[in-house]
């Protein structure tokens, strides 16, 4: 074990020298979750505690090194990874894994940065309450990176982003300063609302540490449909019947067409995904979480299909009869992003547009596409009910990669991004920017949000050591 650099010999006595890891196989912290980039870090270091990172960002500080805060690297856009230069430190909140406390009375929740999502859901349930951010990386991405992200999910058309769900924030400061506004306040209006900054601002502005997120009651009864619908136009109004018949009740809505639901059947034979081999170009997952019960649930969510049927826009549909059922249901949608990385070369597009345009988006976006990359294959899904698709594009099979990863306006991205652009839409929705969109971010935002961005980092980082190169690029 190198003992040379000085830095590392201070690392290694805040936290521990077994959680200053600088040999051996480093993949789990250097290559991103897609394999887009793998990079090379001047160590990784594991605090323990708040004390523990607020020690390890002083000394990076003091040496000038530059940090990237890092939850469960499962981030789609290469921003929790260190870059080739072998100089950074990547920050793991991984063993800052506690719940700190559950307030009932207060619906609230605080837990370490590091905590995994899944275990806060697990945390709350048992406790007999909701916590409703969920994606399918919930097995493995932690708190800290959902709120440095702003994740969305699969819960967004009802409960919100990550943003909404959080009341409070613990941050140590790209000097080092531990700034508690772990507060559990549903109403603050003194200042500036830090936590917002720090939310989505993707390790660029501090290390999140610990948060303070809010519960919700547990639903009594939660049903889940499977939908076959006859075209997007259909899905939206079937999006706009839930809203009507469901209310608040109405806490998924995902749309999937059928070639992503065929690389599911491709990939993982033992998923048995409905109504495939039809002539429905789209299905639908809906969820209803009741408050009242199972009879009510049920009702309800009949009724609406049974209206939706009528109106022509749902051609067919299955209920889950049981939680396994519903689970198996939600498990083809969560498969998506699997099946896409099994078969091969992909762009992702996480893009929103307005609900109401987003068929006319499609068709226009999908004509381009075709005409420009003949055989390029649409993997088209994503959570319909707040807007966000992921309008990925599989390359042609045997096509030319280099043609189809061309990047200028001619190019996979330049025709989305161009009409996203038409559309007022926005070219990340839930995943961030990271390394791999920053050149977007200049071109597709405006100059003077840039420039308050760039403002803010500057004021709070002025050496740029917080997670630099990601998000904006600071001169
Ligand atoms: P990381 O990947 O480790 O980091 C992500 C970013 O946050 C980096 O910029 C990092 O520097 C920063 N960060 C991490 N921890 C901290 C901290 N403590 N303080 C400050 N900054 C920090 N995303 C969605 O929004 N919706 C989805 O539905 C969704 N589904 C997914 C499904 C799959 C199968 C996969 C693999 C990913 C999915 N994602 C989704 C993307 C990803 O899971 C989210 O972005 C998630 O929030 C990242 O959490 P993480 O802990 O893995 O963060
Ligand atoms: C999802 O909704 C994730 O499944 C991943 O956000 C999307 O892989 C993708 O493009
Ligand atoms: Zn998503």
Redesign the pocket.
Known sequence: MSTDNPLITQLRSIVGPTNVLNEGDLSAWELD?RKRERGHALAVVRPASTAEVASVVKACAAAGVSI?????????VV??TPDASGTQVVLS?TRMNQVRALDGANLTITVD??CVLQSIQDACEQAGFLFPLS???EG???I??????N????QVVRFGN?RELCLGLEVVTPQGEIWDGLTGLRKDNTGYDLRHLMIG???TL????GATMKLYPLPKAQLTAFAAVPSLDAAVQLLGLAHQHLSAGLTGFEVMGQFALSLVTKHFAQIKVPFQNTDFPYCVVLENSDQESEAHARERFEHLLEVAMEQGCVVDAVVAESITQARALWHIR?SI??AQAQEGLNIKHDISIAVSRIPEFVRQTDALLQAAYPGARLVNYG?LGDGNLHYNVQAPEGGDAEAFLRDDEKGVNGIVYGMVDQYKGSISA???I?SLKRDKLVQHKSPVALDMMRAIKRALDPHNLM?PG?MLSIK
């Open positions: 979750w990237v805060p890092q939850g469960g690297n499962t981030g789609m921003g929790s909140l940065a590091g994606l399918a990386s493995s991405c932690t800290g990176g959902n709120l440095g992200t994740a969305g999910g699969t990550t601002s993707e390790g501090g290390v999140i540490t969560e992003p699997l959570h839930e995943h961030g990271g997670n990601r």
